[in-house]
């Protein structure tokens, strides 16, 4: 969501956590660093459920294969 990423001015600072179903159960998790943050063109601050969406580029790509 884009309310959830807006508040970061260094997008080093968003992580990212794939593999697992449970934050609990992290064995076999794979961690990625968000290196851009790109929120839906009309998305507005003031108005944050309305096209509220982003996408969030990893600084390094996620092996597809270990995730399936």
Known sequence: AAHC???FN???S?????GIHT???????I???VDRVFP???WIRDR?????IALLHLHDPLPMESLR
């Open 14 to 18: 968003i992580s990212i956590v794939a």
């Open 10 to 12: 260094e997008f080093g």
């Open 23 to 29: 934050l609990s159960d992290a064995a076999g998790a």
């Open 40 to 42: 839906y063109p009309t």
């Open 5 to 7: 990423v807006s508040q």
């Open 48 to 52: 944050p459920h309305l096209h509220d």
């Open 31 to 33: 961690h990625r660093q």
